[in-house]
């Protein structure tokens, strides 16, 4: 449950840190037990801080130049615990990787 801020400015506060590549600061806004879900997840959900910091760091590999915007509405829950974006512009282009990984 959120103390002092809203869930919407918890997301605005996690858009501008994803923005400004400070990924200390995005997941220190996370709780412990996050679960993250992006429709560019080959296994959703993330679970905890360090999967979506993992996350995000391969998105910041592929997409280095990447940048959200999110569009309106926001979904928040009647009580501000929680939101969802729904629409968000995704700009980037895609970087090949150096050292790919091999499965």
Do not use: H
Request: a negative charge.
């Amino acid at each position: 449950m959120l103390s002092d801020a809203s869930a919407t400015d918890v997301a605005q506060k996690l858009l501008a840190a994803w923005n400004a590549r400070d990924l200390d600061g995005f997941v220190a806004l996370l709780a412990d037990d996050v679960e993250w879900y992006d429709p560019a997840m080959p296994e959703p959900p993330a679970r905890g801080r360090e999967a979506v910091r993992a996350f995000a760091e391969d998105v910041l590999e592929a997409f280095p130049d990447v940048r959200y915007e999110i569009q309106p509405p926001m979904c928040n829950a009647s009580d501000g615990s929680r939101c969802a974006v729904a629409a968000q512009r995704f700009l980037a282009y895609f970087a090949r990787r150096r050292n790919r990984k091999k499965l």
